[in-house]
């Protein structure tokens, strides 16, 4: 375990705990496709979906780990499900809504959400209405990089790369090296 560094928060300086190494990220994400294939029986009617932002390098790593797997093309897409969110009215103008593109048709597929990390499940619930306004998927399963509870509705991930008890003032910081140029999951102590 490396030793607590810290960050700039709110004028003040927050030490942040590294959760997941680089090889960690690794490991998870292989456990979770073999999960994944072990679960639908193979890859066959399998689409990856990444909601924005970094569910969606997950979800191509995934398929990338699966295809290694299996001699099967899976397709990956991207989701934005920014309009679907609760909370709409609160989102800051100028606020740019990015592409969702799911290059296949969902219905009658298994389709996988991604995303780093499940919270009040709320962003999940959003990003599932968006996808059934796509087409009608044979099923909808979760996968996250990491479930760190305080759960507000009544959501539950199929695939966790790592469970983290946390308190609500703590946040979960994932750095991927197609974003950040780094693989690692921190947490900070936020006032």
């Known amino acids: 375990m490396e030793p607590l560094a810290s960050v700039m928060a ?18 998870a994400l292989s456990r979770i496709a073999h999960e994944i294939l072990e679960r639908n029986k193979g890859a066959d009617d399998i689409v990856l979906v990444g909601m924005r932002t970094r569910g ?18 899976i397709p990956v897409g991207a989701l934005d499900f920014a309009l679907y969110r609760d909370d709409v009215s609160s989102i800051e103008p100028g606020t740019q809504v ?28 959003a990003a599932m209405d968006a996808l059934v306004d796509l087409g009608r998927p044979k099923s909808i399963q979760l996968a996250v990089l990491v479930d760190r ?6 959501i539950r991930a199929d695939y966790v790369g790592k469970n983290v008890p946390s308190s609500r003032q703590e946040k979960i910081k994932v750095r991927l090296r197609e974003s950040d140029g780094m693989d690692k999951v921190l947490i900070v102590d936020v006032l």
Request: hydrophobic fraction near 40%.
């Open 98 to 125: 990015q592409n969702t593109n799911i290059p296949t048709n969902i219905a009658d597929k298994h389709v996988i959400l991604v995303d780093d990390v499940l919270y009040t499940g709320r962003s999940i619930r």
């Open 10 to 27: 709110g004028g003040f300086f927050m030490p942040e705990k590294t959760l997941m190494t680089s090889a960690d990220v690794g490991r």
């Open 149 to 154: 509870g305080h759960r507000e509705l009544p």
């Open 56 to 73: 969606v390098p997950l979800a191509r790593r995934l398929a990338a780990i699966i295809q290694n797997l299996e001699p099967v093309s």
